[in-house]
């Protein structure tokens, strides 16, 4: 295959008027390694690398802790649709039974290999169920856990040692001991807490790098109790999930936070649950009903309960809303995110050698014109 004519998002971050060559599924540097051609014109369009997810639940009437492979291969289906080439779905609040049922569904269905048409499962954010009672949000209480290794080896091993991201609130007791021995294995995430700065700084000493949702289901920022957020900006290694939907955060405290952490430590997500691509209505989240209004979805007691926006659609928020530069976006929803879980050798940028993966996006009204997975047109 070759695109013509595209705007390019290079890995230095900027756009280039030029080519794509690609061969074997691969990007490749020059169009006589490229035969059999087909020719895609991408005038007037930006090509993007394909995005991921790495914090969502699920969309089109499924969830990955539904614990079957029909809803993970539905989920994939859709996410794939929407320029999501890579996807680390994640938990809610279970029972360790439920959890070890999904890691086991998550570990066999990895195991079947590429699945065409399909976003790749790239592993499981394990947002449950080392969280604070306080500050649970949509979470269900009736499952939040003491931080335990032994179950978080037991449901890692269950996975086949595929669980990216670990979810803890530090100031819960057990907490430091996990972030220490769990740290060197997978990426430990500050989530769901109501720990104050000082606390948040030794989470990050003990081993944290990672902050779950910012500002969601945590204390707030203010000058004289900077909280987990504060301490967060503080530490350089530290990278931050944002979700852009316009429910979540104020357009102004998103601007805010790309001045703070700068577009090298933002992950955008899209926290996403499953009436995402459907119609309003009543749905589900982890055992727990919820009312999905527009772009709002709320448990009864009015508790934001995930979004039913995206991944994409939080990009083209972000810029077309909220004032960040494309380039800025497309790094925190494409890079940033494979850099995060570890998947950037293969994806995440438009280069020689990696996977063959791009988002064309029309330059006149942002919206995607074509999804290309390994070389493929889907």
């Known amino acids: 295959m070759i695109i013509r004519n595209a705007s390019v998002y290079t890995e230095d ?18 169009e006589d390694k490229v035969t059999d051609t087909q020719v895609i014109s991408a005038v007037g369009c930006y090509a993007i690398p394909g995005l991921t997810d790495i914090h969502f639940h699920g969309c089109m009437g499924f969830d990955f802790c539904d614990g079957t492979r029909e809803a993970v291969d539905e989920i994939a289906a859709y996410e794939l649709s929407v320029g999501v080439t890579n996807i680390v779905p994640a938990t809610m609040t279970l029972s ?40 649970k949000g949509a979470q269900n209480g009736a499952y939040i856990h003491a931080p335990d290794v ?67 289901a945590m204390p707030p920022y203010t000058h004289r109790a900077p909280g987990p957020i504060g301490a967060a900006a503080d530490r350089q290694k530290v990278e931050v999930e944002l979700i852009t939907d316009g429910v979540h955060i104020h357009p102004a405290s998103v601007r805010t936070t790309f001045k703070m952490f700068g577009d ?3 992950i955008l997500i899209s926290d996403s649950m499953r009436a995402t691509g459907l119609e309003d209505g009543d749905y589900t989240l982890g055992g727990q009903d919820v009312k999905v209004t527009g772009n709002k979805a709320v448990l009864a007691d009015g508790t934001i309960a995930g979004s039913v926006t995206n ?51 029309r330059k006149e009204d942002f919206t995607i014109k074509h ?5 493929g047109l889907v």
Do not use: W
């Not at 990895?110 to 009672?133: C, D, T, V, W, Y």
């Not at 940033?336 to 950037?344: C, D």
């Open 13 to 30: 971050g900027i756009f280039v008027e030029k080519d794509i060559y690609i061969a074997n599924g691969r990007f490749v540097n020059g």
């Open 96 to 135: 360790e039974e439920m959890l070890l049922t999904i890691c086991r569904t998550a570990k066999a269905y990895a195991e079947e290999g590429f699945h065409e048409k399909r976003a790749r499962f790239q592993g499981i954010n394990m947002e449950g169920p080392f969280l604070s009672m306080e500050k």
């Open 150 to 216: 032994a179950m978080f080896e037991r449901l890692n091993e269950a996975s086949g040692y595929r669980i990216r991201l670990l979810d803890v609130a530090p100031e819960t007791e057990g907490a430091m001991e996990m972030i220490e021995k769990c740290h060197d294995h997978v990426v430990v995430s500050l989530a769901h807490t109501c720990a104050d700065y000082d606390t948040a700084m030794e989470a990050f000493d003990a081993g944290a790098s990672h902050m779950t949702h910012l500002y969601n």
């Open 264 to 266: 090298d430590r933002i």
């Open 311 to 361: 991944l994409f659609e939080c990009m083209r928020t972000a810029v077309l809303h909220m004032g960040i530069p494309l380039e800025s976006a497309v790094k925190c929803a494409a890079v940033n995110p494979a850099k995060s879980v570890g998947i950037y050798d293969e994806y995440g940028s438009i280069s020689p050698g990696k996977k063959a993966d791009v988002v064309l996006i």
């Open 371 to 375: 999804v290309i997975l390994e070389g």
